[in-house]
């Protein structure tokens, strides 16, 4: 049932229309990072305020500017946008207040740019998460890659400009892609309008939807990291770590996935990806990434980079379960999507801390530092925990409704994988807390490694060169990721914000399996 409604406008606005408000007052930190707070909650209220309407049965919509016959840059809430807009709302709350006590306490510089640019960053994310069509979604999903970009050259290093030059290139290139089979699906079926189970069927022969599931798959791959198109994820994390957990969690990454939910369940539909074949290749693909980023993942040293590369692996858990098309797959990666968003931005706020308090950024220098850092280091290890899959934590769940549905559908060797790809987790996520907790040896008393880490690890820089960091991170580095890690527990104990009812939701209209 359509219903006119302006809040999807008032989610979508309410970061936009504070960057210039940040911008003004620049010279006044206190109210610049006031503004950031209260545009973070109203966006948050506002999308959940939707969530009543959409379980009702609603689907809010409102269209913004008429172009072509049968396209509008128009709005439209349903469940799998929803499940979107609020992981990026709940968790951009979280990162504003975790981010003020990470520039204050390192002394970043161009901090009125950082706070504009992630407002405007969480504006392009709800918006593509509304986005009625098509061509509405691209709008977005562009302005994200440009809007992203001042962040990821926030430093200012050569290795920070290296790292934004393979950022646009890649993401931009992989924009390319999407646009020409955006334009390829207008010809063809003359409209862009998100259907549940596509609308191209009737539109495209075989060669046609072939080569439109693999433009598809070649754009968002790139931005959802999958192997050989990963490359400019690792190279990003020179960025500050609330960028990280911002490309990793909230915004960037996440926008390739959900890319990948509107292309095969709103537009090419499973039964259409599944006649031409292109749930086994995409399935590979995603397989191929998941064990092999995995096994990258054992042999970093650096921090930041070995999350890096955990998120290419668990990105691809999301991508197979949305190339198999039963219910419970895609109720899986509905569900992976919200857990590994608590789960991994806990842990990158938990690699900030580190290094804003005792500035240690490799695992080889973290013996006994969760003697120093519990709380920190107690949320590693919940997180480390969910992600390896171990219950009652949510990545369990949503591992396991993947698992099942690989089976399900007949794919035995692609559920082997992922249980293959639990035990990798584990592999490369336990020894950091092993070393934190068990291993001997005080690391209050072990100085960090005075050499730089490499450029393409992306351990942050402290601006105060002059000054030792202080020996603790900030109240306001550490509250932010102990309530991620309890939200990651209650994930997997309860049906928070109703995102397992959503999720339900949208895979069944998606798949036929139920409303």
Request: hydrophobic share 60%; glycine share 10%.
């Amino acid at each position: 049932m359509a219903w006119q409604s302006l809040l999807p406008v008032v989610a979508v606005l309410a970061s936009l229309l504070a960057a210039p408000a940040i911008v003004a007052s620049r010279h006044r930190p206190n109210l610049r990072e006031a503004a950031t707070l209260l545009a973070a909650t109203v966006k948050l209220g506002a999308v959940v305020a939707l969530l009543p309407m959409v379980l009702g049965g609603a689907t809010p919509e409102i269209a913004l500017i008429g172009l072509p016959p049968g396209v509008d840059l128009a709005l439209r809430v349903d469940a799998a946008g929803l499940v979107f807009a609020l992981v990026a709302s709940v968790l951009w709350l979280l990162t504003a207040v975790y981010a003020i006590g990470y520039v204050r306490q390192l002394a970043h510089p161009r901090q009125t740019r950082f706070f504009a640019s992630f407002a405007v960053c969480l504006s392009t994310a709800v918006g593509l998460a509304f986005a009625a069509n098509l061509l509405t979604f691209l709008v977005f999903y562009e302005l994200l890659t440009v809007a992203t970009y001042p962040l990821v050259v926030h430093t200012g290093s050569d290795a920070a400009r290296a790292a934004g030059r393979r950022y646009l290139a890649y993401l931009l290139g992989g924009g390319a892609a999407i646009l020409l089979a955006t334009g390829l699906v207008y010809q063809a079926a003359g409209t862009l309008e998100f259907v549940a189970g596509g609308f191209v069927a009737d539109h495209l022969d075989g060669g046609q939807l072939a080569l439109v599931v693999a433009l598809f798959t070649l754009g968002f791959g790139t931005k959802a990291a999958l192997m050989p198109l990963h490359a400019w994820l690792p190279a990003a994390m020179v960025a500050p770590t609330p960028v990280s957990a911002l490309l990793h969690a909230v915004a960037v990454v996440k926008a390739g996935i959900f890319g990948f939910v509107r292309a095969f369940g709103f537009v090419i539909g499973p039964d259409e990806l599944a006649a031409v074949d292109g749930d086994v290749a995409v399935g590979a693909l995603a397989v191929i990434t998941l064990v092999g980023a995995s096994v990258v993942a054992l042999r970093q040293d650096d921090l930041k980079r070995r999350l890096a590369f955990s998120t290419v692996a668990h990105l691809s858990y999301i991508i197979l379960g949305l190339s198999l098309a039963t219910v419970t797959a895609w109720s899986g990666a509905l569900l992976h999507l919200i857990n590994h968003a608590a789960l991994k931005i806990t842990l990158f706020f938990c690699a900030g801390a580190l290094h804003a308090g005792p500035h240690l950024d490799r695992v080889s220098e973290l013996d006994g530092i969760g003697r120093r850092m519990p709380i920190t280091m107690g949320a590693f290890g919940l997180a480390s925990l969910g992600l390896a899959g171990v219950p009652p934590l949510g990545g369990f769940v949503s591992k396991w409704f993947l698992v099942v549905g690989a089976f399900d559908a007949g794919r035995w060797v692609f559920g082997a994988a992922l249980l293959l790809a639990g035990l990798l987790s584990a592999a490369y996520l336990l020894p950091v807390v092993y070393r934190a907790f068990v291993k001997p040896g005080d690391a209050a008393t072990v100085a960090p490694s005075s050499a730089p880490a490499p450029a393409a690890a992306g351990a942050d820089v402290a601006v105060d060169h002059g000054h030792a960091p202080p020996a603790q991170p900030s109240w306001l580095l550490v509250a932010p990721l102990a309530v991620t890690a309890l939200i990651a527990v209650a994930l997997g104990l309860g049906d928070v914000l109703a995102t397992g009812e959503l999720a339900s939701r949208a895979a069944g209209a998606v798949t036929g399996g139920g409303p």
